[in-house]
């Protein structure tokens, strides 16, 4: 089981336009996104569960294709991924938060990623 978690450049990104917008200069900054997303590129369905809430939040999640799950803040303290029968498949030990996705690929291994 391989677990990828990899930050892109959107946080200093964003620092930098709203650094650039107190000297004067008038930058687009794009509205924040306020969800994660999950893409299944397995050929098994998959119910994904965001741990450490409590009442475990789980999104069922068909074979091919991508879901959203609303979240105004990174929440919980990881992400767990199990077979329709409870078989896990894998876990995130880092937070799901807005402006992220998760891939779960046909090999079994995730890949948790800022989106940029």
Request: one cysteine or more.
């Amino acid at each position: 089981m391989k677990t990828v978690v990899r930050r892109g450049l959107g946080a200093v990104a964003g620092g930098v336009a709203v650094a650039a917008t107190l000297n004067g200069c008038l930058l687009p900054i794009d509205a924040p996104k306020t969800h994660v997303t999950y893409t299944n590129d397995s050929s098994q369905d998959v119910v994904v569960v965001i741990e450490g809430l409590g009442d475990e939040f789980p999104m069922s999640v068909a074979s091919k294709g991508s879901y959203l799950e609303s979240i105004p803040e990174c929440v919980g303290t990881g992400i767990r991924v199990e077979t329709k029968s409870g078989e896990l498949i894998g876990r995130v030990e880092a937070q799901p938060c807005p402006n992220w996705t998760l891939t779960i690929n046909e090999d079994g291994t995730l890949d948790y990623v800022e989106d940029k």
